[in-house]
């Protein structure tokens, strides 16, 4: 009977630690729905349901931690922490138990991804949570995708496809947070298409995100809805309009919604002659953190402070502040430049396209700033002028800030902004500068051609991200093995060049098998690649730098040609068959 009564218990205290364990799961997944819930309209509430979700993690399943770390990106993407947002959503739409999860974390990287610029991630997490849409079961987080999709395409600046996707929401949309989104997204889209935007657009979409308690969505409704009265000329009424939403967009937290606010304040205040109230806004929008450094927002910010600073008198002021304009807007237009080449190159999915279109971007990028330097030096004239003409120091202080451009301006343009080393047409002008030294004095003179072996799987199987670190760590190598009067150039892709004045066909050789050692010692996997890391290398040289270097380089790069038939990782020098290594 003992034994009979000590079962029982056993049994009943199993079937209690049950019930418990049933109970604390149900309390964790109840404190992320309603935090999922409430996530865009009460962000205060929703930083402290995920605080209590997060010391009951050790009792949540599986399914549930995921959708933890779901909420969390969103909670550092609303705080302005991309990075941190990105990173964790990545890693959830990868390996999330649950397909929804992973389609949201798709779509959360592509739409973060979208505000950091970096437009390739965007669309490929895009076109993964396309891929991934059909496996989702719930019809509300399908219309989180349209929703998505609409905020991404206004982001790209293609207006008509954002237009398409809301409307599309808007159709389909089941719940009152869902048609909030869709409304909200289509006058955001509106307010770039004047034309098409009626006032009432603007006001339907107020009323039902007000509904919704949506004070997020709400705010940018009225961001776009101001935009809309300063393209009317109605600037009075956008300006109450936006000091009206500032409040709320305070509470938000969401600061790329409040910078975009402060900005419009800044430039209407400007408008109506208000410098005190205008220069404090921009300020408020320089403050921020976590932005983008060429956030349009931050541009209109030193737009008007350069305009108030003008105003003022305060000329060293003025050019500071036209520097940081024209820099950030300089950048801005080529990130431009870069968005729509990424678009195209998406729909394409040529990878060999992409990376010579990004080429093509740089040296249209070193174009842009060298005429936008002309024009910095003409308003710095004009502005030293007005200055009621100043003395010699003066004069002096404005010639030596254009020198200093002028030195900036010609190492962007000599040097490739991903690895530190020359471009490619600096590489050739320091070439053949150097051949004409060593002719005239008959001294040797050799150049190493290297390619990286199987880079293209690196970038498919590890990511560009990782590409990117791959060809860094390589540049590294080569420039820390170069005496000073090297040269070591980037010539393309994966494709490096290294000059070696003064030096023969042998100790070329042994260069080339030193910096070849280097190249394959590199700690792969501390950079996320789990691929070997190597690197064909192809040798010419000239015995006392008569060879033109059209011809030397043809050489090097046939040797390097050779050295890949013959199976990569070796070196060839056009002398008899490459050399292998272990």
Same mark, same amino acid.
């Given at each position: 009977m003992a034994n009979v009564w000590k079962t029982r218990g056993l049994i009943a205290l199993a079937a209690l630690c049950l019930v418990a364990t049933q109970a604390a799961a149900s309390t964790v997944s109840d404190l992320l729905a309603e935090a999922d819930r409430i996530r865009s309209s009460d962000p205060t509430r929703f930083g402290s349901l995920l605080r209590r979700a997060r010391q009951m993690a050790p009792q949540a399943t599986p399914a549930e931690s995921d959708r933890l770390l779901l909420l969390e990106a969103y909670r550092d993407a609303i705080a302005g922490r991309y990075d941190a947002s990105i990173d964790a959503a990545r890693v959830l739409a990868e390996r999330a138990v649950d397909a929804g999860v992973r389609y949201r974390a798709a779509l959360l990287v592509a739409n973060t991804a979208a505000i950091t610029r970096d437009y390739p991630l965007a669309f490929r997490y895009l076109a993964d949570a396309t891929l991934l849409e059909a496996a989702v079961g719930d019809p509300d987080v399908r219309a989180t995708g349209l929703g998505t999709a609409a905020a991404l395409y206004i982001e790209f600046g293609r207006h008509r496809e954002a237009l398409a996707y809301a409307d599309r929401l808007i159709a389909t949309a089941r719940t009152p947070r869902a048609l909030c989104f869709g409304h909200g997204n289509r006058t955001r889209a509106l307010s770039h298409l004047v034309t098409q935007a009626r006032e009432d657009d603007f006001r339907v979409a107020s009323a039902v995100c007000a509904r919704a308690a949506e004070s997020l969505a709400g705010a940018f409704v009225d961001s776009g809805h101001a935009r809309y009265l300063v393209a009317k000329g109605r600037r009075t009424e956008a300006l109450r309009m936006l000091e009206s939403a500032l409040p709320r967009a305070r509470r938000t937290g969401y600061t790329r919604l409040i910078g975009e606010i402060l900005a419009g304040i800044a430039e209407l205040r400007l408008h109506h002659d208000d410098h005190v109230l205008a220069a404090a806004r921009a300020t408020e929008v320089l403050d921020l953190d976590s932005q983008h450094p060429h956030w349009q927002p931050r541009i209109d910010a030193h737009r008007v402070l350069y305009r108030v600073a003008e105003a003022r008198g305060d000329y060293r002021a003025a050019y500071s502040h036209y520097r940081q304009f024209h820099a950030a807007e300089s950048a801005s237009l080529d990130e431009v430049r870069t968005r729509e080449f990424a678009f195209q190159l998406s729909r394409q999915q040529a990878v060999v396209r992409e990376q010579h279109a990004r080429a093509l971007a740089h040296e249209n990028r070193a174009l842009l700033l060298e005429r936008r330097a002309t024009r910095e030096r003409s308003r710095a004239m004009r502005l030293a002028i007005v200055a009621m003409g100043l003395a010699i120091v003066g004069v002096a202080y404005w010639a030596w800030l254009s020198r200093r451009t002028h030195r900036l301006l010609r190492h962007l343009s000599e040097t490739d902004a991903l690895t530190g080393v020359a471009t490619r047409r600096h590489f050739a002008q320091c070439a053949e500068r150097s051949l004409e030294a060593c002719g005239r004095h008959a001294r040797p003179v050799s150049v190493l051609v290297l &390619?990286? =072996?199987?880079?293209? +799987?690196?970038? &498919? !199987?590890?990511?560009? /991200?990782?590409? =990117?670190?791959?060809? +860094?760590?390589? @540049?590294?190598?080569? @420039?820390? +093995? /170069?005496?000073?009067? =090297?040269?070591?150039?980037? $010539?393309?892709?994966? !494709?490096? @060049?290294? $000059?070696?004045p003064g030096v023969d066909a042998a100790d070329a050789l042994l260069a080339a098998e030193a910096l070849r050692g280097a190249i394959a010692r590199i700690d792969g996997p501390a950079g996320g690649c789990h691929l070997p890391i190597s690197a064909s290398i192809g040798v010419a040289s000239s015995k006392d730098g008569s060879d033109a270097y059209r011809q030397l380089l043809a050489d090097a790069d046939a040797a390097m040609y050779a050295a890949k038939q013959a199976g990569r990782n070796r070196i060839g020098t056009g002398a008899g068959e490459p050399r292998a290594y272990a």
């Open positions: &390619d990286l =072996d199987h880079f293209k +799987r690196i970038n &498919d !199987e590890c990511g560009h /991200a990782v590409g =990117d670190w791959v060809l +860094r760590e390589v @540049a590294r190598a080569c @420039a820390s +093995r /170069a005496r000073e009067e =090297d040269v070591v150039g980037r $010539l393309g892709g994966e !494709e490096f @060049a290294v $000059l070696l």
